[in-house]
């Protein structure tokens, strides 16, 4: 009697392990990809604090951003939330955005969505905001290929794209849509920035 029941056990078993195998073989497999880590990156940093002094030694601009990753083929840097803080001959100039690229040997910034530049100046403050900006660090110049918007005291302008030479104080804008109100409103502009 021990027999048949051990051999109903033992059939009991086989079937269970051959229905279960079975269907384990049509249910779709799940894949687990390996971490995969790209192989041109050689260092990563956070919290970065970077100063750059022009060649007379004073402060030329200064990099902050909470990261940082740098591809060593390409000799660029990816940024996220960078801020810049710009010294150009004039004025001081505050640029931010929500990511950026750095080419370093070029020195040039490409800063990306919801971009912000600044100039914090009693006499002549000015706000300009646009989705791409391009800053040659060398040459103290921004170029901005697709639409902005600039508010100034008295100046509320949109542009298809702008040149901005910060030695010269020299702005150049391409298609213009402006309004400008006669009298000072820095007080206006600088409650609203």
């Known amino acids: 009697m021990k027999s048949s029941y051990l051999l109903i056990t033992i059939m009991f078993i086989s079937a269970a392990l051959g229905i279960g195998w079975f269907f384990d073989n049509r249910l779709p497999k799940i894949a687990i990809n390996t971490l995969e880590v ?22 030329h601009y200064q990099l902050k951003t909470p990261y940082l990753e740098h591809y060593i083929q390409q000799d660029t840097s990816h940024l996220q939330q960078p801020n810049l803080q710009f010294y150009g001959d004039n004025s001081a100039w505050f640029i931010q955005a ?37 800053l040659q660090a060398r040459d103290n110049l921004i170029q901005i290929p697709q639409s902005m918007t600039l508010i100034a005291s008295n100046l509320k302008l949109q542009a298809k794209s702008a040149v901005l030479d910060m030695n010269k104080n020299s702005y150049q804008f391409e298609q213009v849509n402006a309004t400008f109100k006669p009298g000072n409103n820095s007080r206006a502009l600088n409650e609203q920035s």
């Open 98 to 134: 929500e990511t950026g690229r750095l080419q370093h040997k070029e020195e040039q910034f490409t800063l990306l969505k919801q971009v912000e530049l600044k100039r914090d100046s009693p006499q002549q403050p000015m706000l300009l905001t646009t989705d791409l900006m391009v």
């Open 38 to 59: 790209p192989d041109n990156i050689d260092y990563y940093l956070s919290n970065l604090k970077y100063r750059s002094m022009n060649q007379q030694g004073s402060l």
